[in-house]
């Protein structure tokens, strides 16, 4: 069973997935296509993520102008908020606990313009 700490890294981390390709998604200046470059520059280590890209190829691929980012980004809000729920937080307290500064870093890894949490 993972301890109280484990679950709490889990959520943030998932939590931070979510935001910032959440970021990602809002982005006009990138599309679909560009999608997997744009990840290549994530501290979260997304540009690697073999579920991430096969992701993006799949819809890239069919011709999905999302990306497949829609689907990501409800499974990691998902994941966060169902980590929250163990944790008896909610997915705003998890936020708040990453903290600014690492939500303005992520932000800016994908040229977000748009940081929804300040």
Request: glycine share 10%.
């Amino acid at each position: 069973m993972l301890s109280q700490d484990e679950i709490r890294e889990r959520a943030r981390y998932c939590c931070c997935v979510f935001l910032q390709l959440s970021w990602l998604s809002g982005n006009e200046e990138i599309t679909a296509a560009g999608y997997k470059e744009a990840l290549k520059k994530s501290s979260l280590g997304l540009g690697e993520d073999d579920f991430i890209l096969q992701t993006i190829d799949e819809a890239v691929h069919l011709g999905r102008p999302d990306g497949g980012l829609t689907g990501l980004v409800a499974f990691y809000e998902g994941l966060a908020c169902a980590y929250g729920e163990v944790l008896e937080s909610d997915l705003d307290t998890i936020r708040r606990e990453i903290g600014t500064e690492c939500l303005k870093k992520l932000a800016g890894e994908v040229n977000s313009k748009v940081i929804e949490f300040l």
